[in-house]
């Protein structure tokens, strides 16, 4: 069989790709968060020193040719403490991220198309969830489980469900009255099966841009949580704990609060970049003309 | 002549609407024998659709319901089947094909996907085998080059073509009985041509039934081996598709007839049909037709029963004037 009778998986994903590659801001948020990744990943050969090395003879140090970003109060290497901080920041905000938007979307898909009383009960909730300013709900749950990984990633993932569930059951309501659909149910596709297959996938790019905004947040959030100490513990390198330390000494040692700053701020503009470009290449509509 | 493949028995559906519950289709009695076309015809709001969607079950779980009658189908009353059953029949044993190809289609979807999904679901296929069933469906609703299109997205089709696609999925498990409702209203008259042919040959070659919805009698006259007429959710005649053109005998098959252009006629002969449907809220207690009928007489305030015109078993008619008949309480 010809290559044009493959099934339609490979297909899809090499139209998206290809949108993708048209997109050259997309490239930039793309290639930003490949660097940050690697930089995660190969955190223990790409740091030049042991970020939790104290070195008291070199404390607060500014930016030189040994600690090209300087060192902290306690004479570490900001840059190497950056390095390693990427991988918690990021794993927090993926992981978290993943969770909130597999629950949240569920508990929105399930609302929306049952509607009724469930919808009402389910949604009343949700509102009460998003009432709370975000990073108060965190604090409050993050408070509550006590300090560490696992419990901040939690805390992430329940704050930010509630944002989720909403953007998946709008477009569920109007999903669910479509003629496909309607024409699923006449050929008999189950309930889960029109959720799953036919009415998740026509509003994935709403939650995939979801996703990556709300990614970018749950970094920000992470950090906000590590800076107040409500996150994972020193001598843990994080880039919000960096920047609690660092803000003591905003005065004397810039280095020390500016580098993570900047850190979470490129990782968060390149999310946000390659989560609009997602939602062009998605749409199949959006990209006819390349797919042939 | 065998049992019928579909046989509908005083069925009723009824919407509630600001808490009451009001009927969209009455006393709705049909039987398609196997290898026939019915047509339902009738006005936008005479409660064709309704019927379709209370026979496979698809009205709406809130504000709808079936409140009485049979609908017999395989020896089973759909009417009383568990949603998990009426689940594994849908697309079976009965498909039904809609009005809009334009959105019927899942956008994300690609066509072989789709109708390889149906083939999937129902004969539990693996996914290699249900995409070359696929195809074969393709070539069979005539889509040019269907082994390039299997993989295409449904807006790379056009209208006509959608419709093909919808069609290849309703059969996909060789149904017994297809529902279609209004298929071609959407499609230009060059098109609809080409679809209703395909509908036609594909009902021969699938040895399938096919209840046809539609308001256009020109299409009625290509597709129907009997014809129902609808008003108000009342069938008001039934019989041959010949009988009914050449004999209409409840007078608003006449008016509908009267109504419609023909090449033959002069058009300045058309007559347009006064007033409208009445709404299932505000029914009229005898006939519903009676107050838009030129016939109308004092006996039509009772509500008269189907009954067979005289010495013509197989043509019935809702009506006192013309069947002549005792009216029903």
């Known amino acids: 069989m010809a290559d044009t009778t493959t099934l339609s998986a490979p297909r899809r994903s090499n139209a998206i790709l290809a949108t993708l590659r048209q997109n050259k801001l997309s490239w930039v948020g793309l290639a930003l968060l490949a660097a940050i990744v690697f930089m995660a990943v190969f955190a223990p050969l790409l740091a030049p020193h042991d970020p939790l090395q104290q070195n008291i003879i070199h404390r ?58 469930f919808d009402q009960i389910v949604m009343g909730i949700v509102d009460v969830m998003l009432a709370f300013p975000t990073l108060l709900l965190g604090l409050m749950i993050a408070a509550m489980l006590g300090a560490n990984l696992e419990n901040l990633i939690i805390a992430i993932a329940f704050t930010e469900m509630a944002p989720f569930a909403r953007v998946a059951r709008a477009p569920t309501i109007g999903l669910k009255e479509r003629d496909f659909v309607e024409a699923g149910r006449a050929l008999g596709f189950g309930p889960l099966r029109i959720m799953g297959v036919h009415i998740l996938p026509n509003m994935a790019s709403d939650v995939v841009v979801m ?79 390349n797919a042939a | 002549m065998t049992d019928p493949v579909l046989d509908v028995r005083g069925l009723q559906s009824e919407f509630r609407i600001a808490g009451r519950w009001y009927p969209a289709v009455r006393d709705f009695t049909l039987a398609v024998e196997a290898n026939e076309t019915v047509a339902l015809v009738g006005e936008s709001g005479s409660g064709k659709s309704a019927t379709a969607l209370s026979i496979l079950r698809l009205l709406p779980a809130v504000g709808a319901r079936i409140a009485k009658g049979s609908v017999m189908f395989a020896g089973q009353d759909l009417a009383r089947l568990s949603e998990a059953e009426m689940i594994r029949l849908r697309g079976e044993a009965i498909a039904m094909i809609f009005q809009e190809p334009m959105t019927s289609l899942n956008p994300t979807m690609t066509v072989g996907a789709q109708i390889a999904e149906v083939i999937e679901i129902h004969r539990g296929s693996t996914r290699r085998s249900a995409m070359a069933e696929a195809l074969r469906l393709l070539e069979e609703v005539r889509i040019p080059a269907a082994r390039q299109r299997l993989n295409d997205y449904p807006h790379q089709f056009s209208g006509g073509m959608r419709q093909r696609v919808m069609i290849a999925m309703a059969l996909a498990c060789r149904p017994k009985l297809l529902l279609a409702d209004e298929p071609t209203t959407a499609l230009d008259v060059t098109i609809q041509g080409q679809v209703l042919a395909l509908l036609n040959e594909l009902k021969q070659s699938y040895g399938m039934s096919i209840l046809f ?61 006064t007033g409208q449907v009445p709404g299932i809220t505000a029914l009229p207690v005898g006939c519903a037709f009676a107050p838009r009928c030129p016939l109308r007489q004092p006996d039509c305030d009772r509500h008269p029963a189907l009954a067979p015109l005289a010495a013509e078993a197989d043509h019935v008619v809702r009506c006192v004037v013309r069947a002549g008949q005792e009216a029903a309480v």
Not at chain 1, 86 to 102: H, K
Not at chain 2, 242 to 269: C, W
């Open chain 1, 211 to 289: 996703g990556s905004l709300w990614m970018a947040s749950a970094i920000r959030m992470e950090a906000s949580l590590s800076f107040i100490g409500l996150g994972v513990q020193p001598p843990t390198p994080t880039w919000g704990g960096m920047i609690r330390e660092g803000f003591e000494n905003i005065l004397t040692a810039w280095w020390l609060a500016i580098f993570p700053s900047l850190a979470i701020l490129v990782t968060v503009l390149a999310l946000n970049i390659l989560g609009d470009a997602l939602r062009d290449a998605i749409d199949p509509k959006l990209r006819s003309e």
């Open chain 1, 60 to 117: 607060l140090e500014p930016p030189s040719a040994e600690f090209l970003l300087g060192t902290d109060s306690f004479g570490r290497d900001v840059l190497s403490r950056l390095i390693y901080g990427a991988r918690i920041s990021l794993m927090v905000g993926f992981v978290a991220v993943a969770i909130a938007m597999f629950v949240g979307s569920t508990i929105g898909i399930l609302a929306g198309y049952i509607g009724g009383l």
């Open chain 2, 213 to 273: 919805i539609t308001h256009n009698l020109g299409v009625v006259a290509q597709m129907a081996d009997r014809v129902a007429v609808m008003y108000a959710g009342e069938i008001v005649e039934f019989a041959s598709v010949n009988k009914i053109f050449e004999q209409p005998s409840h007078p608003y098959t006449e008016v509908l007839l009267k109504a419609m252009p023909r090449v033959d006629r002069d058009s300045a002969g058309l007559e347009p049909i």
